[in-house]
């Protein structure tokens, strides 16, 4: 059964940072697209990052580039997001969906191009 876990979520000062992990079961994390969406309350669930299957590329969102980064572990089947310099605006659960193929411009990448995704893990920024 392939499954996704997401944990590190958390409360964090402005400017502070967080890192978020994916902890994929039943599949290898190197062998599909993984991203990662956020939903705030009241709002659509937008795709934030996905990081590419051999290369290991990755696209991010216009509202998080130069803040966010994704890395990927093989060995631990692990996906992370590496967020820095959080703003009051990025509050919000933190999806990371499995089992696309399409890693490219984050304006064309949709939810239900994703058929795996966990329970997420809310994100807070506030002083």
């Known amino acids: 059964q392939l499954q996704l876990a997401e944990s590190g979520g958390g409360l964090v000062q402005p400017g502070g940072s967080l890192r978020l992990s994916c902890a994929a079961s039943?599949?290898?994390?190197?062998?599909?697209?993984i991203g990662w969406f956020r939903q705030a309350p009241g709002k659509e669930r937008e795709a934030v990052s996905c990081?590419?299957?051999?290369?290991?590329?990755?696209n991010f969102a216009d509202s998080v580039k130069g803040r966010f980064s994704v890395s990927r572990d093989d060995a631990e089947n692990t996906v992370y997001l590496q967020m820095n310099m959080l703003v009051p605006e990025d509050p919000a659960v933190f999806f990371c969906?499995?089992?696309?193929?399409?890693?490219?411009?984050?304006?064309?990448?949709?939810?239900?191009?994703?058929?795996?995704w966990g329970q997420g893990t809310q994100v807070t920024v506030s002083s």
């Open positions: 969906p499995g089992g696309s193929t399409f890693c490219g411009a984050l304006v064309a990448i949709r939810s239900n191009q994703y058929p795996y």
């Open positions: 039943g599949f290898k994390v190197g062998n599909y697209v």
């Open positions: 990081i590419g299957t051999t290369d290991g590329r990755t």
